[in-house]
């Protein structure tokens, strides 16, 4: 596995939540894309998880609402 991803595409996959499993090794992504999905909340602590993470795209989700 090539833990050096910068950007990873996840549109149109039918997710219900963020993949963290999928996601969480890839120590230097920067970008995340979960736009056109079923993913209804974003989990607290996410950034704990990727804190790399500089964009995060979720367009055309079913989002109700947004950790602080």
Request: hydrophobic share 35%; proline share 6%.
């Amino acid at each position: 596995i090539n833990r050096h991803y910068f950007e990873i595409s996840m549109r149109f996959k039918q997710l219900k939540e963020v993949p963290f499993t999928k996601i969480q090794a890839h120590q230097s992504l920067k970008s995340l894309d979960l736009s056109h999905n079923n993913i209804t909340s974003i989990p607290n602590g996410l950034w704990n998880f990727i804190p790399s993470l500089t964009k995060l795209v979720l367009d055309y989700n079913q989002i109700k609402e947004i950790p602080r």
